[in-house]
Each structure stands twice: as structure tokens, then as C-alpha cells.
């Protein structure tokens, strides 16, 4: 208990200092007192020019970490793999594709991208679960099949940069990784969402503990097997989607986060699950203030600081893979 205690205790202290590291560096710098006045009296023109440009990408950043860690939490539980996460099996990468898919075709739909971005998911995820299945799941077939449905929609997605034989740029929100030019109406979109999404996985914590048994001993204990791999696979699809249409596509978050996260609180969902939505919050914040400051005036996605992290680590759960998962 004292260990989980602590570990709650220092990871909302780093969450906290990152924030306000966050916010009061870049190229606008100001003073957490200055901050604070600018904010109540609106006088203060850089205060503006952070509480306008600065505070959405941080409070973006906050929720998608969060609800990609939580999404990998889930889709864990689901799977019975340590393997399985949105960016990695092609959860994400299907949501980018179809959300950019239907805004092409219908571009005045363009607020319902969240809704466009989790058919999306759903329809990698249902990919992955159908195709990985052969008496059971293998953690090494689900990740071979995840990667080669995520390499599909993400050339399809990539595609779409191209008109012809001429490369066009195009910046949009299901395919960009970078965190700049984010605005409140993103702000309102992902924490509706995204708050619908954790709220959600917080209810699923007694299920996602008795997935971890067999499912003869779950059924024994009262629980429909198929109904709960369903709603929690649902959960865990919503989170990932809405975090690709705002945030864009960021792999590793939800298999890092999730096995650091055992290692410190246990396996139980009801702390695992808070302390997975903490500790992805800190991680994209710290991996996207690093990235804005690190080149200053140049910017790192931190979707790319991820890959670097998050490559080495799945080889790491890739030659562990034959233990047994949540031990």
C-alpha cells in the first residue's frame, strides 16, 4: 500500500512540475506569478498569446496520453497480452484512415471526425481480434497481424498525401502527430470524449481483473465472457480513436505506460487504470515539451521521440513474451 502510495504521490508531483515547465517555457516565457495575473485580467499580451496557442496543445497532449495509456490498459486485459496497444496492432492507424477517408469524401462532416476515427478503430481492432484467432490468442500472432494491418492503413492513409504524380502537403488533424496550431474547440472535443472514455474504463476495472483468469474460471464467477471482451474492447477503441482524430497517430504509448505501471502499483485495474491515465498524461506532455524546446524554434512530433522509445522496448516484451501475462 505505502508503495502505491508513493507512486501516486510522485507521479501527480512530476505530472504537476511538467505542467507548469510546460507552460512557461518556450518562446514566450513568463513567471508562474505573472502567469496567474495575466490570466484573471486579461492584460497581459503574451499571457494571451500562451492561454491561445500554448495551454489547448498542453491540455491535448494531457488527454491523449492519458486515454492511450488507458486504451492500452484495456486492450491488454482484453487480449491477455503485455503486446497489445492502439499504435502497435493498427487500432490508431485504422482510425486515421477511415476518419481521413470520410472527411475527403464528406469534408462538411468534419465534426463528426471523432465518430468517423472509431469506426475506424473498430474495424482494425475487430481485424486484429478475428485474424489473431486460432484456438485462442497467441501474443506473438497478435502482434505479427497488428503490425501488418497497421503497415496496410497506414500506407492507405499516406496515400491520400498524393494527388497524381505530385506530392501535396496536407495538414490535418487524423494525420498529423504534432501537437502545434491546437485550439479550444480541440480542447472541447477530446476532453468530451475523452472524459466519456475514462470515466468508462474506471466501471470496467472488476471486469478487466476477472479477464485475467481463464475463461471457464471468469464464466464460473458470474461473468459474460464474450460481453465484457466486447464493451472493454469498445472503451479501449474510443479512447485510442478520439486521441488519433485530435492528437494523431502516436504508437508505444499504451505498451510502455501500462507495463511501467504494473511494475509500480500491481495489476489490479481500479489502481492500474488511474495510475496508467497519470503517467500517459506525463509522458506525451514531457515527450511534446521536449520536443517544442529541445531545437527551438524547430519542433520534434513527439510521436517520433516515442518510436525511439517505444521501438527498443517492444523488443524487450517481445523476448519476454512467454511469460505468463500479469505476473
Known sequence: MNKIVLSFTGIVVLLLAVTVFSVTT????????????????????????????????????LFVGASLA?????????????????????ISSGAGFISVLFVTIFPTFFFWLPLFAFIGGALACFLVYSLSWKSGLSPIRIILVGIAIN??????????NYRGSYAVTTVNQATTSIFT???????????????????????????CNLLSLQDKSAK??????????????????????????????????GLLVPHIAR???????????????????LLILTADTLGRTLLAPAEIPASIIMTVIGGPFLIFLLRKSDRVYGN
Not at 488507458?70 to 493498427?90: E, F, K, P
Not at 511494475?263 to 498524461?281: E, K, N, T
Request: hydrophobic letters at 55%.
Open 26 to 61: 518556450g518562446s514566450i516565457k513568463v513567471g508562474g506569478l505573472e502567469l496567474i495575473q495575466g490570466l484573471f485580467t486579461g492584460t497581459n499580451k503574451n499571457v494571451e498569446v500562451i492561454k491561445d496557442l500554448r495551454l489547448p496543445r498542453i491540455i491535448v497532449a
Open 70 to 90: 488507458v486504451s492500452g490498459v484495456l486492450l491488454q486485459a482484453v487480449m491477455r497480452s503485455s503486446l497489445a496497444d492502439a499504435g502497435v496492432i493498427g
Open 220 to 253: 464460473n464467477l458470474g461473468l459474460n465472457v464474450s460481453r465484457a471482451r466486447l464493451l472493454i474492447s469498445a472503451v479501449a477503441v474510443l479512447l485510442a480513436a478520439v486521441s488519433t482524430a485530435i492528437g494523431g497517430l502516436i504508437a508505444f504509448v
Open 181 to 207: 496550431m491546437k485550439t479550444w474547440s480541440d480542447v472541447q472535443s477530446i476532453a468530451i470524449y475523452g472524459s466519456i472514455g475514462l470515466l468508462l474504463s474506471l466501471f470496467l476495472c472488476s471486469w
Open 151 to 160: 503497415a496496410t492503413f497506414t500506407g492507405l492513409g499516406q496515400s491520400f
Open 263 to 281: 511494475l509500480l502499483v500491481g495489476s489490479d485495474h481500479r489502481v492500474l487504470i488511474p495510475f496508467s491515465a497519470l503517467a500517459g498524461a
